[in-house]
């Protein structure tokens, strides 16, 4: 089953990190690609991944990723020895795991894509 995600933040800086909730990349996984019925998120364990244009993964992480609403929404906090380093567009990916699943968040229509500068 492939969930679908969307980011409410589209850019960001290369290296970039804070520790303020101000500037975390947030967004929503949804169960739909007309992105209408979020998914239940609690429970999984989370991993990050920029890919880009040849779906090479260019960036992957499992730290810093808040699932805590569990309604959905998720939340993405760099730090100073885990900030990507990237330049340019890219499409995020959240793979959701347990002890029973393995689940890929893919955006639609551009809903997963992210610029940095």
Known sequence: MVLYLKLNEKKWGKG???NSATYDISGTIYTDDKLSSTASISGFTPKLQFIDSDNYTMY???????L???SGVFTIKFSVNNAPTLEGSYRMRIILED?????TCVGVNGSDSM???
């Not at 992957?60 to 808040?66: A, E, F, R, V």
């Not at 002890?99 to 689940?103: E, G, P, Q």
């Open 16 to 18: 970039d990190y804070t």
């Open 99 to 103: 002890s029973n699943s393995r689940l």
């Open 68 to 70: 805590s609403s569990g």
């Open 60 to 66: 992957s992480t499992d730290s810093g990723i808040d």
């Open 115 to 117: 610029f940095f500068e």
